[in-house]
């Protein structure tokens, strides 16, 4: 059965025309499901009762079920949740001192395949709808009403590639971002991409007030290449020209993120190749200390060598963050809770 929460409201008021109902019954139902937080169709007593029996028949309605829940010394908060069809999918709250910021997950497994990534380990099954994406806001909401939270920042940077997902997602946001809906402000809303080039120019064309992040990892096409396969589709001029024409269009900040591998990524010529990459752009780079990954060998650069990284790009003018690691003892890395429980479970493949 279909989810109420699938619809933005103007596809809701469409919905509700074409089976015979009023406009503004969208309005009421919005305020139900994304104010009141209401979990079923009976409470919503200002509703008609042909409209309650009609959704009741119709649409599924409710928070997902938590199969899991880790919380961390620094109260990263990690759920594991079952869809309807069974599958699981992870979702990460994270506090910052500018508020809390929820990592949705777009799809059930990755096709992406990057090699130091865990949820490439499970490949992908399918794509979220835009209602289970707003079912993970909203558990998650519902779940830290009462230590008075709220979710005030959405990054989708779970698994899945949300540009591999777009209509989706994009339905998702819009109720996400809405004041009828959560009205989380456009400008806290970050979606990440490893580089679909087509994605890209589509969200460039549309203008939103999202910020956009660029899974980088590596500054030349034949690392890239090696660690990220998307590369190989999109080498990076073109991703380059993508990212030009984006900036264009957006004064929106771009950011690049980068994890720190070992060895791998974080060499000087890796500097200032990196250096050289983001000349043309406002951008930020958010350095990232890599979670280890049991399966893949992959090893994080150690703290003091990513500090030295970090003032090298500084001295090159370029604006980077290192960034915190968040819930490192509470398997928080993408895929990583998901892809040890399918294991527990016997589900891999
Ligand atoms: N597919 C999208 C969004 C999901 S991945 C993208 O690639 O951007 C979200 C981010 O987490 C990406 O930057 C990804 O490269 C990074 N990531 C994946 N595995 C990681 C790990 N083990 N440690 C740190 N970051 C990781």
Redesign the pocket.
Known sequence: MRLIYDFNYQQLEEMLLENGFKKYNARQLFGWLYKQRATSFAEMTDLSLRLRQFLQDNYAIGTLEILKLQVSKDGTRKYLFRLADNSAVETVLMHYDYGNCLCVTSQVG?N?G?K????GLLKKQRDLTSGEMIQQLLTVQKDVDEMQVRISHIV???????FDNYDNVMTFLATANSDLGFGIGARHITV???GLVNGIRRFADEQLQYNL?I?L?APNDELRSKIMPVNKAYPLAELMDALKYYCAKNNRRLSF?Y?LLKGVNDTDQCVQQLAELTKPFDVYVNL?P????DENGFVSTDYKSAMALYSKLMNKNVRCTLRQKHGEDIDA??GQLRSKYERAEGKES
């Open positions: 990755c992406m990057c130091f990534c865990a949820s989708v940077m779970g698994t899945g590639e949300p990440s991409t490893c992040a899974s990892h993120e994890i990232i890599y979670n280890n990954v890395a993408c």
